[in-house]
């Protein structure tokens, strides 16, 4: 398989999985943001897609946790 389909399919994977869970950001962002992420873990060598998916799944989850303001409580 070409790097090319591995990165088509990784990518289809990883937003239909946000796009289904409602985890999907501004398609902008979230495109570019799971597109480099899949392209940086390929330049490693990683070639499995459904692991280049579930990778950019969670660091996408990771980065919008890390973007949300944080709740502050007061006790």
Not at 16 to 29: R, V, W
Request: charged share 25%; hydrophobic share 45%; glycine share 6%.
């Amino acid at each position: 398989m070409s790097i090319r389909c591995t990165v088509e399919s990784a990518f289809f994977i990883a937003w239909s999985c946000l796009e289904q869970s409602g985890e999907l950001g501004a398609p902008d962002e979230t495109a570019n943001f799971l597109l480099d992420f899949i392209e940086a873990q390929l330049r490693t060598g990683e070639r499995r897609q459904l692991l280049l998916a579930n990778r950019a799944i969670d660091a996408w989850r990771a980065h919008v946790a890390r973007s949300r303001p944080q709740d502050v409580r007061f006790g």
